[in-house]
């Protein structure tokens, strides 16, 4: 079984910043592909940003140049710092790890993960 746990969402205005965590426990390797989803209110899940069992990082077009995703293997924690945020930037963010041997880019095309956290909230105000 694996638990994710992400925290650092919040409220901020466009053009601030903000830090996801997601604490991974429980029997996770350290190459399992991780990566963060999103999803507005009535919207549909999409991938945002991701690290595949390779190492490759991928992200979503609307974050490239704005998102940074990492991971502290130490920590088994993954972040996503997020900068320059807009409105259309506000969503639940979900954490998500797999237990397949995928490329990052997968993962943010695809939004599919085996494991998920229970979400944290991003809102951004214009």
């Known amino acids: 079984q694996v638990e994710l746990v992400e925290s650092g969402g919040g409220s901020v205005q466009a053009g601030g910043s903000l830090r996801l965590s997601c604490v991974a426990s429980?029997?996770?390797?350290?190459?399992?592909?991780m990566g963060w989803v999103r999803q507005a209110p009535g919207g549909e899940r999409e991938g945002v940003a991701a690290?595949?069992?390779?190492?490759?990082?991928a992200y979503a077009e609307p974050v490239k140049g704005r998102f940074t995703i990492s991971k502290d293997n130490g920590k088994n924690t993954l972040y996503l710092e997020m900068s320059d945020l807009k409105p259309e930037d506000s969503a639940t963010y979900y954490c998500?790890?797999?237990?397949?041997?995928?490329?990052?880019?997968?993962?943010?095309?695809?939004?599919?993960?085996?494991?998920w956290g229970q979400g944290t909230r991003v809102t951004v105000s214009s």
């Open positions: 690290i595949g069992s390779d190492g490759s990082i």
């Open positions: 429980g029997r996770i390797g350290s190459n399992y592909p």
């Open positions: 998500g790890a797999h237990n397949g041997r995928l490329k990052g880019a997968y993962y943010v095309a695809s939004a599919n993960f085996h494991y």
